[in-house]
């Protein structure tokens, strides 16, 4: 339907349902972790990623966040 309106899917991910519950698990090493840090919270990547990197590296242990600080500087 919203296709029909030429709708962006970029725009159309807002209006669909937002109440199911979804669940997910990630794994990945340090080294991937530091790329997709440094990647995503820069200031030329999508607001939303940016959010995703730091909602991630504030879930990292804090004994374990020293690790990953300056991918965050930018």
Do not use: V, W
């Amino acid at each position: 339907l919203l296709s029909e309106h030429n709708i962006k899917n970029d725009l159309a991910k807002y209006a669909m349902p937002e109440s199911y519950k979804t669940h997910l698990a990630y794994s990945i090493n340090a080294r991937s972790l530091q790329n997709l840090l440094t990647l995503r919270s820069s200031n030329k990547a999508l607001k939303e990623m940016q959010d995703l990197a730091k909602a991630l590296f504030d879930a990292l242990p804090g004994e374990h966040q020293y690790l990953f600080e300056d991918c965050l500087k930018h």
